[in-house]
Structures are given as C-alpha cells and as structure tokens.
C-alpha cells in the first residue's frame, strides 16, 4: 500500500523558515516524479512544485520561486520542501503528491498545516 | 499562465446525472485529470487522461474532454458523491501544473 506521511507543519511568524518532509513506502520512490500542493484554509488546490525522480529536475509555482526548495533523498524514501522567507499567504495545508507517470496525481498524503503568523 | 475554469457550484438530486465542466483555451490539446475531496480529506484521483478511471473508482464516474471544454459527469448520483470536484493540468509553455478553482457538487 502507498504511503505518504508530512510533517514538520507549525506555527511560524513572517519571514520564518521552517522545512516540511514526507515519508514515502509501500512502492519505488526513486521511479516516480514527486510534488507538493497546498490549500490555504477553505479555498481550492494550488501547486507549489515538482522534483524529477532523480532529483535533477526541479520546477516552482511563481508565488513560491526563490523562496522554497524541493529536494528528495531517495535513499531514505524522503521528500522535503524548505521554505524561506514565509508570508502569510503561505498558510496552508501542504500535501506531498505522488506523480501517477504524466503530471496527475494517483497518491496523496493527509497534509501537514503551516501557519504563518505574528 | 494558462488558467482553467470551474464553475463553483453545480447541485443534483440523487439518481440523476452531474456535469461538471472545466474550461480552458484549447484544452481538449491538454490531458485533463480530475479529483474528488470530501471535508477535512485529501483529494482523491477519479479521472485521468480525460476519460481513464483508477481501479477502485465507480463506471458512474466518466469524462470528456473536446474543444475548449472538458467535462467530469457523475451519473446516478448518490449522496457520497458530495463533495468538491478539481480539474488539472500539465501546461508545457510553463511547466506549471495548473489547478482548476473547484466546483462543490451539492446532493439535494
């Protein structure tokens, strides 16, 4: 079974860092694409970003470039987001997305909720 | 950046047939996927590649994607179907995934 545990969601004040992993298991992490998607509280999806299954290609939505950073260790299974500079828009619940093989999403984790406050 | 639009409410009386439409220029040259999210849930795959649906997804659920519209319809509806409804897809001019706003499908 497919499984996707975040973490690392809290409370942060403006301008704060904080940095978001996700445990992948129960399949190949090293041949799938993965993404994160986010969803501030009671608005729709939006996605942030996306990570070639090696690592060496690496993709941001324009209200999160330069700011955030997706990475993997596919040794441990592991996807991360750092986040940087965080404003209030940035709360949300950040999903981690396993990428079905064309840019749609077949797994999804709970979510992990960020908020950015004073 | 391309743009996708859903209307943001669409409401059914169980047993009867749910359009949900997902408007965008030329989509029907895109793969357009759908998802389903219940409150307080994380979404869940029902459509991809315009009309394929995941095993464990009911025949109830189809999709079709022509011109500039694409289309999620639910048929015999019942009332777990309630729920809000996501269109997606790949935009290679930017190699952005782009979102639709979402419809909350209402079974009266």
């Known amino acids: 079974e497919v499984q996707l545990v975040e973490s690392g969601g809290a409370l942060v004040q403006p301008g704060g860092s904080l940095r978001l992993s996700c445990a992948a298991s129960g399949f190949t992490f090293i041949s799938h694409w993965m993404h994160w998607v986010r969803q501030a509280p009671g608005k729709g999806l939006v996605w942030v970003s996306r990570?070639?299954?090696?690592?060496?290609?690496?993709n941001y939505a324009d209200s999160v470039k330069g700011r955030f950073t997706i990475s993997r260790d596919n040794a441990k299974n592991t996807l991360y987001l750092q986040m940087t500079s965080l404003r209030a828009e940035d709360t949300a619940v950040y999903f981690c997305v396993r990428d079905g093989g064309a840019d749609f999403f077949d797994n999804w984790g709970q979510g992990t909720l960020v908020t950015v406050s004073s | 950046s391309y743009v996708l639009t859903q209307p943001p409410s669409v409401s059914v009386a169980p047993g009867k047939t749910a359009g949900i439409t997902c408007g965008g220029n030329?989509?029907?040259?895109?793969?357009v996927h759908w998802y389903q999210q219940k409150p307080g849930q994380a979404p869940v795959l029902v459509i991809y590649y315009d009309s394929d649906r995941p095993s464990g997804i009911p025949e109830r659920f189809s999709g079709s994607n022509s011109g500039n519209t694409a289309t999620l319809t639910i048929s015999t509806v019942e009332a777990g179907d309630e729920a809000d409804y996501y269109c997606?897809?790949?935009?290679?001019?930017?190699?952005?995934?782009?979102f639709g706003g979402g419809t909350k499908l209402t079974v009266l």
């Open positions: 990570i070639k299954s090696d690592g060496t290609i690496t």
């Open positions: 997606q897809v790949w935009d290679r001019s930017s190699d952005h995934v782009v």
């Open positions: 030329n989509i029907e040259t895109k793969s």
